[in-house]
């Protein structure tokens, strides 16, 4: 297992040892300082973002207290299991431990795939059994300690409590982890505490960001907001402090979850008030029980970037190797037609081809690709999160491969048919 290299500041008197997957940046880094400053050192688990990670753990040391980066991917079973003992061995007996990072990638019933599902399941559910049991057999060599010993987080989502069917695979590998939680809530006891948090939307990100991000947390919560990261990472020290849960799950969203939504969040278009009124209007009085209106029925339309030429560092022969060559892509994308309805000629009220372009451009720049299939799974895995696409079809042409061809390519469909 490799891992960044940091020096700790000089020792201190012994503190409790906490490992925190996903740990470099976003939540993950916000769990980590909020626990380091409650006293706490800190495993700082990372799988790619290394340079994210250094600085998670430098800010802890300017906090006064010891951390180290510890790489692992955690769709590998030995590296997982290898995790606590190098934390132990760095920092001492770990005594908590908050499974953070998942993956989150765009998925349906349409183009679900065992790949797919795989893909999640081993870092959103396996991983986190895993990292929960061998912390109660670490914990099992010290007898000396009161009961409970240990505390486990399990991050969740709030979308458990009011299914859509967007994000297949992730959610149903969270619904497990869901189940796990009351499980090894059971199963640890009493030497080990399992406590959930599920957050709302929380943070900006590709699939929602900017003014659209700001509409979606406003909209769709009974509050008038979701959950902010301070929200979450407060949740998760409690849980980590309170001894006396185990098994159960704390929701963290502003009510989210409540107002149970027929696609993603981030599927969803604006809210239209009623003409005249900002505000809802009442139900009708010879109604007893008003009922939630039927969601609306969501249309369907097609974007598309036509012959992007571009260089991209592509191919497993020698002499495609160090050097850039020419690719020519095609990308269409079914769209959410219900938020791209133009009424007013606004730049708002269309698709973001750039977006499109960025996305091809982004995944062609990032370091050479052997296979066109990966660089055309990286581009789709991308575009589907982009908000308001619904599905996507890629093609990529290769033209410098065999002499006696004009191109090669492939081309790939998630959710066009």
């Not at 396996?126 to 914990?139: I, N, Q, S």
């Not at 959930?196 to 659209?212: F, H, I, N």
């Amino acid at each position: 297992m490799d891992r960044v290299r940091s020096s700790p500041p000089d020792p201190t008197p012994v503190a409790p040892v906490v490992l925190v997957t996903g740990a470099g940046k976003r939540l993950g880094r916000g769990i980590a300082l909020a626990l380091a400053r409650q006293g706490w050192d800190i495993g700082v688990h990372y799988a790619t973002s290394a340079t994210e990670a250094l600085e998670t753990v430098n800010a802890i040391h300017a906090l006064g207290r010891r951390a180290v980066p510890l790489r692992a991917d955690l769709a590998n079973e030995a590296e997982v299991l290898a995790l606590l003992p190098e934390l132990t061995a760095a920092l001492g007996p770990v005594r908590a431990l908050v499974n953070n990072a998942s993956r989150f990638v765009f998925d349906e019933a349409a183009d679900f795939s065992q790949a797919s599902f795989n893909a999640h399941m081993l870092p959103n559910l396996a991983a986190p059994v895993l990292l929960a049991r061998e912390l109660h057999r670490l914990l099992e060599t010290h007898p000396e300690l009161p009961q409970p010993a240990g505390a486990v987080v399990n991050l969740l989502d709030q979308k458990l409590y009011g299914y859509n069917p967007d994000f297949l695979s992730y959610s149903l590998t969270k619904a497990g982890l869901d189940a796990a939680n009351t499980m090894l809530a059971q199963a640890l006891a009493p030497r080990v505490r399992v406590v959930g948090v599920a957050p709302g939307l929380t943070l900006p990100s590709y699939l929602l960001e900017g003014d659209e991000f700001a509409r979606a947390h406003a909209q769709h919560s009974p509050l008038g907001r979701c959950s902010d990261p301070e929200d979450v990472i407060a949740a998760v020290c409690f849980a980590i402090a309170n001894r006396s849960m185990t098994g159960s799950v704390i929701v963290v969203d502003g009510g989210q979850h409540i107002r149970p939504l027929p696609r993603d969040v981030s599927l969803m278009p604006p809210a239209q008030p009623a003409q005249g009124t900002s505000r809802t209007p009442a139900p009708p009085q010879d109604c007893p029980a008003a009922q939630p209106p039927a969601p609306q029925a969501i249309g369907f339309q097609t974007a598309f970037v036509k012959g992007l030429r571009l260089d991209a560092q592509i191919g497993v022969f020698d002499h495609e190797k160090g050097r850039t060559q020419p690719l020519e892509v095609d990308l269409e994308v079914r769209v959410n037609a219900a938020r791209f309805e133009p009424q007013q000629d606004q730049l708002d009220e269309v698709f973001d081809y750039q977006a499109l372009r960025a996305v091809v451009l982004n995944v062609a720049q990032a370091g050479h690709i052997q296979l066109l299939e990966t660089f055309a799974c990286r581009v789709l895995d991308r575009v589907l999160a982009l908000p308001d696409v619904l599905g996507a079809r890629l093609r990529v042409s290769k033209f410098t491969a065999f002499e006696d061809c004009a191109a090669v390519g492939v081309m790939v469909d998630r959710g066009m048919s």
